[in-house]
T-cell receptor
Framework: KQEVTQIPAALSVPEGENLVLNCSFTDSAIYNLQWFRQDPGKGLTSLLLIQSSQREQTSGRLNASLDKSSGRSTLYIAASQPGDSATYLCAVIKAAGNKLTFGGGTRVLVKP | SQTIHQWPATLVQPVGSPLSLECTVEGTSNPNLYWYRQAAGRGLQLLFYSVGIGQISSEVPQNLSASRPQDRQFILSSKKLLLSDSGFYLC?????????????FGPGTRLTVL
């Protein structure tokens, strides 16, 4: 059974510092890995999708890496801003399946 | 990209009452559709997914059911709500054609069962 873990559960940084968010998964047979952002009481916003054949994806200040063999992904957010405060979730789709398995999320607070 | 609508946004219902939550999708045809629940302290859990009209797969046994009467409409229902059905319900969509496509989420429905 696929398990996805995100550590730490919460993170607080001063504005301008780079953010590093970790995601690990137990079964390396995945199709893709997706990073999401969730603001309190809101739905999920897709940030980045990394296919299993890719090593990383970039969008603006966001960069996500994927190491399938070790079962890890890292989301980097450069030069953090107070508006980056949110919960960040990673999720994987296992091969031959349609469902996303989510991690528990990392709640981020960027202090002005 | 896909746009997902959900209603109502919030709902407070008594135990034993029926439930109907609706989700509609714009911007794609024949999408894969999903219902997730996010309960306090329990993370996001897939409840149902559908690859076509009338085709529903259930992930966990529970008090809920799902239906897909039209290509881009997905409905979550219950005949009699339980306290444990409280939570944040999210509808999601992805392009058809494979399991590796990006999933997009709607704004969610906050359900409180009293």
């Amino acid at each position: 059974k696929q398990e996805v873990t995100q550590i730490p559960a919460a993170l607080s940084v001063p504005e301008g510092e780079n953010l590093v968010l970790n995601c690990s998964f137990t079964d390396s047979a995945i199709y893709n890995l997706q990073w999401f952002r969730q603001d309190p009481g809101k739905g999920l916003t897709s940030l980045l999708l990394i296919q299993s054949s890719q090593r990383e994806q970039t969008s603006g200040r966001l960069n996500a890496s994927l190491d399938k063999s070790s079962g890890r992904s890292t989301l980097y957010i450069a030069a953090s801003q107070p508006g980056d405060s949110a919960t960040y979730l990673c999720a994987v789709i296992k091969a031959a399946g349609n469902k996303l398995t989510f991690g528990g999320g990392t709640r981020v607070l960027v202090k002005p | 990209s896909q746009t997902i609508h959900q209603w109502p946004a919030t709902l407070v219902q008594p135990v034993g009452s029926p439930l109907s939550l609706e989700c509609t999708v714009e911007g794609t045809s024949n999408p894969n559709l999903y219902w997730y629940r996010q309960a306090a302290g329990r993370g996001l859990q897939l409840l149902f997914y559908s690859v076509g009209i009338g085709q529903i797969s259930s992930e966990v046994p529970q008090n809920l059911s799902a239906s897909r009467p039209q290509d881009r409409q997905f409905i979550l229902s219950s005949k009699k709500l339980l306290l444990s059905d409280s939570g944040f319900y999210l509808c999601a969509s992805s392009k058809a054609g494979g399991p590796g496509n990006e999933q997009f989420f709607g704004p969610g429905t906050r359900l409180t069962v009293l």
